[in-house]
């Protein structure tokens, strides 16, 4: 094997390895909207999908929308969750406190998956938890509502933009939801999930 090749492989590795050695998304302690401290371990043996999000975005009313509906269709057995952690560094389209923040989702859209404190995902005071999805995926969000899809494990599993639909990336969710092993959902999780066929169509149809 020649010295170029070599060269190739350890560099291939390191990466690799250097990927490996990230902690996972679920080692970090956030605060909730009601201004709490939380464990992401909570979220550990489920899936997560993190999203940044804002009041006054010209994306926010069909985001939340979307993003509602999917957490109903794909949280029944708790093993699939929105994690909404609102920005103001785009726009300054979320200006408001988190008070303001909780009251204006649960009002005009009944949100009732997990939503978080206010915080800064990119630059220097980034949140740590924020930091690691970005060095996960090497995606920088560079608006509101990006979307991280989070495993069971805490890896990044993919990540998209602002653009990029709930319709688009329920197959992913579906999939990753899917893969967890069965010994970490429960009997009564099992007992109660939602048929793949009716869940599928019910969000294609109505998002």
Request: with cysteine; charged share 25%.
């Amino acid at each position: 094997m020649s010295y170029y090749h070599v060269l190739i492989f350890f560099l291939a590795f390191s990466a690799i390895s250097k990927c490996d050695d990230l902690p996972d998304f679920y080692t970090f302690t956030v605060q909730d909207i009601e201004g709490e401290e939380v464990s992401l371990e909570d979220y550990r043996g489920s899936v997560s999908l993190v999203v940044n999000v804002a009041s006054l975005c010209g994306y926010t009313d069909s985001s939340y929308r979307a993003l509602k509906r999917l957490q109903d269709i794909l949280g029944y057995n708790q093993k699939f969750h929105v994690l909404a952690f609102p920005c103001n560094q785009f726009g300054e389209q979320e200006p408001y406190e988190d008070e303001v923040i909780h009251n204006f989702a649960k009002t005009n859209y009944a949100v009732e998956f997990p939503m978080f404190s206010k915080i800064d995902v990119i630059g220097e005071n980034a949140h740590p938890a924020f930091k690691n999805l970005i060095n996960q995926s090497s995606v920088h969000p560079d608006w509101n509502f990006y979307k991280y899809l989070v495993d069971h494990n805490g890896k990044v599993l993919k990540a998209w933009s602002t653009k990029t639909t709930v319709e688009e990336i329920f197959d992913s969710c579906k999939a990753a939801l899917d893969s967890i092993p069965e010994e970490i959902i429960s009997p009564e999780d099992s007992s109660t999930k939602f048929p793949q066929q009716s869940a599928d169509q019910t969000i294609k149809d109505e998002l």
